[in-house]
């Protein structure tokens, strides 16, 4: 356990794509390959999206009008469904031992989840993960941020203070983890303690829960 890490914390703030989902970015440009879409790779990202995705992050557009834009740009007749499919490959699952940490910090702690993500993913398969253990969303943590519904994505500082105002938290006492490093500096300047997490990584032994 890294004692200084925890102490004092009282809230723990949650990225969810990369950190508590797994994530691969390989899958989904290939799924748009296969329909059609060639040139979406330099636009994904795991922590922060480009042009066309971070407009539908940021809930700028709406996932109507961003597969509008997919046919625009393709120039094919793609369904929606096969532009939902391909950009939901992006999600790998959540192993069941995040789950069980997540309700086992939840005893203990604030659990808050901070995501940069978009109505498509969000509104169809990610609850999805979150029922194995016959459980919803909303059992796992006490307050939820989108940044679809906030208009804003990490790191914008904007998105942090909307989680200190809301939830009533004070950054000092607050244990962000997250997988981009901007997220994490941005987070470290407002004053959060932080974690930067790795693709795939077992990290619940920082929380001492064994």
């Known amino acids: 356990m890294n004692t200084d890490l925890m102490k004092g ?3 723990i703030l949650f990225d969810l794509g990369g950190v508590i989902i797994d994530l ?3 899958h989904v440009i290939d799924a ?4 059609g879409c060639e040139q979406i790779g330099q636009s994904l990202d795991n922590c922060h999206q480009q042009g066309l995705f971070l407009d539908l992050d940021e809930g700028r557009i709406s996932p109507a009008q961003f597969r509008d834009k997919i046919r625009e740009i393709t120039g094919l007749d793609i369904t929606d469904e096969a532009i939902d499919h391909a950009y939901n490959q992006f999600l790998v699952g959540i192993p069941l031992y995040k789950l069980q940490m997540l309700r086992r910090l939840r005893e203990h702690y604030k659990v808050i989840m901070l995501s940069n993500t978009n109505a498509i993913m969000f509104e169809s398969e990610i609850p999805q993960f979150f029922t194995t253990e016959g459980l919803t969303m909303n059992d796992y943590f006490d307050h939820i941020f989108l940044s679809y519904k906030l208009g804003i994505s990490k ?6 203070q909307a989680v200190i105002d809301q939830c ?3 950054p000092g006492e607050t244990l962000f983890l997250d997988d981009s490093q901007a997220n994490i500096d941005a987070a470290a300047r407002m004053g959060f303690k932080t974690y930067l997490a790795r693709p795939y990584q077992d990290y619940t032994s920082i929380f001492n829960l064994h």
């Open 24 to 26: 691969n970015r390989q």
């Open 168 to 170: 009533g938290i004070v």
């Open 155 to 160: 790191p914008d500082p904007r998105c942090f």
């Open 9 to 11: 914390v009282k809230n």
């Open 32 to 35: 748009f390959k296969a329909i």
